[in-house]
Nanobody, 126 residues
Framework: QLQLVESGGGLAQPGGSQRLSCVVS????????IGWFRQAPGKEREAVSC???????NYVNFVKGRFTVTRDGAKNTVYLQMDNLKPEDTAVYYC????????????????????WGQGTQVTVSS
């Protein structure tokens, strides 16, 4: 059974940092691309970043230079390091696994991701 579990959310001050973790089970990070998404209240879920099966990482423009994705295959964990946080980063953050197709590419399309974590709340406020 495929499972993704996010952790690490909470309250952060503007300009601060947080690191989210996504622990996966039932598959390895070589099998599936992992995407990070977020959903703010009243808004649609949107992509933040993704890491392909081969380790290629993409970021959406509004997080480039602030967010960093890494992974630890031995721990089956993908991390989202968020620096210089802004109030508009407040959202529930989700990680998700795609269908396991292309090795060196990953998608920002929500419909390409079949398995989702439960989400973790990140609140950026002074």
């Amino acid at each position: 059974q495929l499972q993704l579990v996010e952790s690490g959310g909470g309250l952060a001050q503007p300009g601060g940092s947080q690191r989210l973790s996504c622990v996966v089970s039932g598959f390895t990070l070589d099998d599936r691309a992992i995407g990070w998404f977020r959903q703010a209240p009243g808004k649609e879920r949107e992509a933040v970043s993704c890491i392909s099966r081969g380790g290629l990482i993409n970021y959406v423009n509004f997080v480039k230079g602030r967010f960093t994705v890494t992974r630890d295959g031995a721990k089956n964990t993908v991390y989202l390091q968020m620096d210089n946080l802004k109030p508009e980063d407040t959202a529930v953050y989700y990680c998700a696994a795609d269908g396991g197709t292309t090795y060196w590419r990953c998608s920002f399309g929500l419909s390409d991701y079949h398995d989702w974590g439960q989400g973790t709340q990140v609140t950026v406020s002074s």
